[in-house]
C-alpha cells in the first residue's frame, strides 16, 4: 500500500512563496515519477510540474520561472514564488512507477497514487 501525504499550503499574500512537500510512504519506488497537480472546484485537475526518477522536469506554462519542483528520496518539493491570486487551489501530489526518464504526461490518469491535498489561497 502506497500513502502520499501533502503539506506545505496555507493562505499567502500575491507576491508571496510556499513550499510544498509531500511524503511518501509504504510501497514506495526510487524509479517513480512524480508531480504536483493543481484543481479548483468546477474545473479539471491540472498539471503544475512534473519529475522523473532520474530527475527530468516538466512545468505548466503558468508555474515556468516561478515554480520548482524537487525529489529527495521519498519526498517531493514544490517551490513557489510569485504567487498570484489565480493560483489558488488544491495542490495534490501524485506518483506512478515509471521506469523512463524521458516520460511526463499530463494527464492524471497516468498516476496511480494520489495524495489528499493541500489548500493554498493566494489574496490579492
Known amino acids: 500500500q502506497v500513502r502520499l501525504v501533502e503539506s506545505g499550503g496555507g493562505l499567502v499574500q500575491a507576491g508571496g512563496s510556499l513550499r510544498l512537500a509531500c511524503v511518501a510512504s509504504?510501497?514506495?519506488?526510487?524509479?517513480?515519477?512524480m508531480a504536483w497537480y493543481r484543481q479548483v472546484p468546477g474545473k479539471q485537475r491540472e498539471l503544475v510540474a512534473a519529475?522523473?526518477?532520474?530527475?527530468r522536469t516538466k512545468y505548466s506554462d503558468s508555474a515556468k520561472g516561478r515554480f520548482a519542483i524537487s525529489r529527495d528520496n521519498n519526498l517531493l518539493y514544490l517551490a513557489m514564488n510569485s504567487l498570484k491570486p489565480e493560483d489558488t487551489a488544491v495542490y495534490f501530489c501524485?506518483?506512478?512507477?515509471?521506469?523512463?526518464?524521458?516520460?511526463?504526461?499530463?494527464?492524471?490518469?497516468?498516476?496511480?497514487?494520489w495524495g489528499q491535498g493541500t489548500q493554498v489561497t493566494v489574496s490579492s
Open positions: 501524485a506518483a506512478h512507477e515509471d521506469i523512463r526518464t524521458d516520460y511526463l504526461p499530463r494527464e492524471p490518469y497516468e498516476y496511480d497514487y
Open positions: 509504504g510501497r514506495t519506488s526510487s524509479t517513480w515519477r
Open positions: 519529475i522523473t526518477w532520474g530527475g
